[in-house]
């Protein structure tokens, strides 16, 4: 079975400094991975994926992650954290599956990130 | 800017009561996902539809859930009868089929929000 672990329940920051949220995972195989954001009373919104290629992934807002498969991990970055920054942050791993056929998306619990004016 | 809706927002209701949820996919998207999002267990899927029919349901109590799909614009949560425990946001998400299976971005709708009394 696939797991997500986020090790952090909450991560402080202040503006301006950079940032960085942990996430590893356990998956048979090669993973496709997912970063989200959730902010109060909303949905969850995507932020970047990691299908294939280069292990440094760019998405929204100027986060990025890293891809590294020796250590199973896909932590998000940001180099200069803004105070909307603050918000409920989400990684997910699904397994790669040959062919059709039903997939599970497993998200992680969460970390909390509060950015500090 | 299309969005996914749910409907209602807020649900108050008595134990043992049917609770009916709706979702309305981006037009185009031809998966749909339900998510159940607790404190306790974090982001759960619950069931998962392609071109409307049920691919994965296996996260559901199958005693009291039921997910349909009625037509490609509308999907449906029902928990008959509900229980206390069946309070959280339950999150409604869809995607278009663009790659390989797992490699789709998912789209949140804004979720609803279930008291069981």
């Known amino acids: 079975a696939q797991s997500v672990a986020q090790p952090e329940d909450q991560v402080n920051v202040a503006e301006g400094n950079p940032l960085t949220v942990k996430c590893t995972y356990s998956v048979s195989g090669n993973p496709y991975l997912f970063w989200y954001v959730q902010y109060p009373n909303r949905g969850l919104q995507f932020l970047l994926k990691?299908?294939?290629?280069?292990?440094l992934v760019k998405g929204s807002y100027g986060f990025e992650a890293e891809f590294n498969k020796s250590q199973t991990s896909f932590h998000l970055k940001k180099p200069s954290a803004l105070v909307s920054d603050s918000a409920l942050y989400f990684c997910a791993v699904s397994p790669r599956y040959s062919g059709a056929g039903s997939y599970q998306l497993t998200f992680g619990k969460g970390t909390k990130l509060s950015v500090i004016p | 800017d299309a969005r996914v809706t749910q409907t209602p927002r807020h649900k108050v209701t008595e134990m043992g009561q049917e609770v009916t949820m709706r979702c309305q996919p981006i037009?185009?998207?031809?998966?749909v996902f339900w998510y159940r999002q607790t404190m306790m267990q974090g982001l759960e899927l619950l069931a998962y539809?392609?071109?409307?029919?049920?691919?994965?349901d296996s996260g559901m109590p199958k005693d009291r859930f039921s997910a349909e799909m009625p037509d490609a614009t509308l999907a449906t949560l029902k928990i008959q009868p509900s229980e206390p425990r069946d309070s959280a946001v339950y999150f409604c998400?869809?995607?278009?089929?663009?790659?390989?299976?797992?490699?789709?971005?998912?789209?949140f709708g804004p979720g609803t929000r279930l008291t069981v009394l």
């Open positions: 037009l185009g998207h031809n998966t």
């Open positions: 990691y299908i294939t290629g280069d292990n």
């Open positions: 539809f392609r071109n409307r029919a049920p691919l994965d």
């Open positions: 998400a869809s995607g278009p089929k663009l790659g390989l299976a797992g490699t789709d971005t998912q789209y």
